[in-house]
């Protein structure tokens, strides 16, 4: 495997459904993001990790519950969704550098297609 | 991959023609702009950036323009390719942080 993987690539899921996102990168990076694309907003973020620790939290509803492993994994719990969360949800993972350093740019995995019934 | 849903604007361009693509942004306390291209079923992918100190970048084909008394951002596309088809995304990294803040896009279609 290359780059940044997610799976499912596909889900479809109720209302009371617990399900896992799951992110993996290949590129030895120590940064790794949630991202969501939805049908009526531009991609917008969710929670960033840098070295296994959050620092970023979108103001992201407790339904979605981040897990954060190793640099390498990421996951998304999801529990309790509502049918307006279905979207896109994007992984990406960069490579971060001292601060006034190049753009560290920031690799998409495909993402995961979620719908809520 | 796609932003399926949303209105984007789109651009129609003939093969072999140029393509701009325009961003207006608000932030100006912004490190990096940076332009992204999404094709179906995949998720974005890194095209080139720019940082806030520069007016000019270019790449292969590419040229981002970057005018920060209108807060405006450009991508142009040299003799575009029925494989530039995708939707397009301007980002900007702000001051300080890690994540981006993406625009709503533009699709850019490409016709033979």
């Known amino acids: 495997e290359t780059g940044v993987t997610q799976t499912p690539r596909h889900l479809v899921m109720g209302m009371t459904n617990k399900k896992s996102l799951k992110c993996e990168q290949h590129?030895?990076?120590?940064?790794m993001y949630w991202y969501k694309q939805s049908a009526k907003k531009p991609l917008e973020l969710m929670f960033v990790y840098n070295f296994k620790e959050q620092t970023e939290n979108n103001s992201v509803p407790s339904r979605f519950s981040p897990e954060c492993p190793n640099s390498s994994h990421l996951f998304l719990h999801l529990h309790t969704l509502q049918p307006e969360d279905s979207a896109l949800y994007l992984c990406?993972?960069?490579?971060?550098?001292?601060?006034?350093?190049?753009?560290?740019?920031?690799?998409f995995g495909p993402g995961t297609r979620l719908t809520v019934l | 991959g796609e932003s399926v849903g949303l209105h984007l604007p789109t651009l129609s361009v003939q093969e072999g023609d140029n393509s701009i693509i325009n961003c207006a942004y608000s932030?100006?306390?912004?490190?990096?702009f940076i332009w992204y291209k999404q094709e179906s079923g995949k998720g974005p992918q890194f095209i080139i950036d720019?940082?806030?100190?520069?007016d000019k970048r270019q790449g292969q084909r590419v040229t981002v323009l970057l005018n920060k008394t209108v807060k405006h951002l450009s991508l142009q596309i040299a003799a575009t390719q029925p494989g530039d088809s995708a939707v397009y995304f301007c980002?900007?990294?702000?001051?300080?942080?890690?994540?981006?803040?993406f625009g709503s896009g533009t699709r850019l279609q490409v016709q033979p």
């Open positions: 990406a993972s960069s490579q971060e550098r001292a601060r006034g350093a190049a753009y560290n740019e920031q690799f």
């Open positions: 980002a900007y990294q702000g001051t300080g942080r890690r994540a981006l803040t």
């Open positions: 720019i940082r806030s100190n520069m």
């Open positions: 590129l030895g990076h120590n940064a």
């Open positions: 932030n100006s306390a912004s490190d990096y």
